[in-house]
């Protein structure tokens, strides 16, 4: 019924054409924590070539954050993103039983159909802050056309992050109240591809881009301010979007977490033993290093992860991309 294959130019290509240049290792942030290339997709790829099997990858493959920055640089034109969350699959995670039991009990509550045009999947982390989703809904409802998904999938995105096998049921549960919807804006930036083969009907967004497109965010962003932009969103629809966020900068003159290569870096190291809280994030130091060297004002962030770590780090404010709306009554 689905395919789980994210269909890109890569997507033959696998470690074994992997010739070792690695641009890949450059713009990892799990490997600029720990300067050990066997938490790189550099080190994995040679690893396997070599003969290492996933068992003898396991903690570089957990660590890995997806953040995809390795897919847009890759000559090779390899699917590095999706070669991980092969391996990944190959192996059994601790949280197998727990996630699927999650995904079992949310299968057994089917969501009603989407009535409206537009559908937004807000995901855990903005449903933790319901002041400032409900302030998100009321500036992309102006039309009154949208409606928050009761079942944003965020379980699913654990299991594929997990490489968990994602059951017929529960993914008819997800997909099936969406069906009506013209245009899908979701929060989680892993599940943004995926949503675009499953709904190839819909138009499917981050909510990033969405909120950013809106003239009453735009005009409020200030020429010192630091745009952070949300990596796997963005990585995940890269050669559009590059496009989108330059047109951005050139029109507002705010400095973005971009590298020379326009990689967004990321600001976070969260893999996936911390997005199941089996780990507490520590990502001081990728933080402070997205930071070092400029004179900004402000931070603008499209996820709330990446206000949680600049917050700890920084000494000017914080905000969600949501909140400039609000900046000229402060």
Not at 127 to 134: E, I, W
Not at 192 to 212: C, D, K, M, N, V
Not at 267 to 290: C, E, F, I, K, N
Request: net charge positive; proline share 6%.
């Amino acid at each position: 019924m689905f395919d789980f294959v994210i269909n890109t130019p890569a997507a033959h290509k696998s470690y074994s054409d992997c010739s070792g240049c690695g641009l890949c290792t450059l713009v990892c942030p799990v490997w600029r924590r720990k300067r050990d290339l066997q938490h790189s997709p550099l080190g994995w790829a040679k690893a396997l070539q070599h003969g290492a099997a996933p068992g003898d990858l396991v903690d570089a493959l957990w660590n890995c954050t997806l953040c995809r920055a390795c897919d847009p640089v890759c000559p090779e034109r390899i699917d590095v993103s999706g070669m991980i969350l092969k391996l990944r699959a190959q192996l059994v995670h601790p949280q197998t039983a727990v996630l699927q039991g999650r995904m079992a009990a949310q299968a057994r509550r089917p969501a009603p159909a989407c009535q409206e045009k537009t559908a937004l999947l807000a995901g855990e982390a903005l449903r933790a802050h319901p002041a400032l989703l409900s302030r998100i809904t009321a500036l992309l409802d102006k039309a009154g056309v949208l409606v928050v998904a009761h079942d944003d999938g965020a379980d699913i995105s654990l299991a594929l992050e997990a490489g968990v096998t994602v059951s017929p049921e529960r993914l008819a549960a997800l997909i099936e109240p969406l069906r009506r919807a013209d245009k899908v804006i979701v929060a989680d930036g892993l599940l943004l591809p995926y949503l675009a083969q499953w709904l190839p009907a819909a138009r499917i967004f981050s909510l990033g881009e969405t909120l950013s497109s809106l003239e009453i965010i735009r005009r409020n962003l200030r020429v010192t301010d630091l745009y952070v932009i949300e990596p796997r969103a963005y990585h995940a629809d890269y050669v559009r979007l590059i496009k989108y966020y330059d047109r951005l900068r050139k029109e507002r003159g705010c400095d973005f977490n971009l590298d020379l290569q326009r990689i967004a870096i990321p600001a976070t190291v969260r893999g996936l033993p911390q997005r199941l809280g089996l780990m507490v994030p520590d990502d001081d130091a990728q933080a402070s290093w997205v930071l070092h060297g400029r004179s900004i004002t402000r931070i603008v962030v499209e996820s709330l992860e990446d206000r949680a770590a600049f917050e700890k780090v920084s000494n000017v404010p914080v905000v969600h991309l949501a909140e400039l709306a609000d900046s000229l009554r402060r």
